[in-house]
């Protein structure tokens, strides 16, 4: 935050801008699969401030706890995510991503932040998360500008 004076020398903070603040999605809680079984969920966030190409991109990552607990294991799921706009009644699917807790950071990803592309266009965005196994879904709203 950043301080500014003010006429009677007071000081007033001011907070960032709300483009740099990125907005959280309820995280979808899973059960997943793979070298063994496990639970965990599918975090997720959006950031104006990272689109891709200029498109609303909601970022994801999948957080496991698996059993076996031995090295090199893996837990996975296939996340599907659901998009309407409010503002304009359209709403629309992406295809199934796969994504494991082994999913390997590639260009244009954070870590293991994986971005997905929502072609919502401008407006208010409610997303829906679900996954191939038994889950919660997660799910958020934010405004693409």
Avoid at 97 to 110: I, R
Wanted: glycine fraction near 14%; charge should be negative; hydrophobic fraction near 40%.
């Amino acid at each position: 935050m950043t301080a500014v004076a003010l006429a009677a020398g007071a000081l007033a903070l001011t907070a960032p801008t709300s483009s740099a603040i990125p907005i959280g999605v309820t995280p979808a809680r899973t059960l997943c699969g793979g070298g063994g079984t496990g639970i965990g969920m599918i975090a997720a966030q959006y950031d104006p401030a990272r689109n891709s190409s200029d498109n609303p991109t909601l970022w994801i990552r999948p957080e496991f706890v698996f059993t076996p607990a031995f090295p090199g294991g893996s837990c996975h799921v296939e996340i599907t995510v659901y998009w309407r706009d409010s503002d304009t009644g359209e709403f629309g699917g992406l295809p199934p991503v796969w994504v494991s807790d082994d999913t390997p950071s590639g260009e244009n990803v954070h870590g293991h932040w994986v971005p997905l592309t929502i072609p919502s266009g401008l407006g208010r965005a409610e997303v829906l998360i679900a996954t191939n196994y038994p889950h919660m879904p997660g799910k958020g709203t934010f405004v693409v500008t």
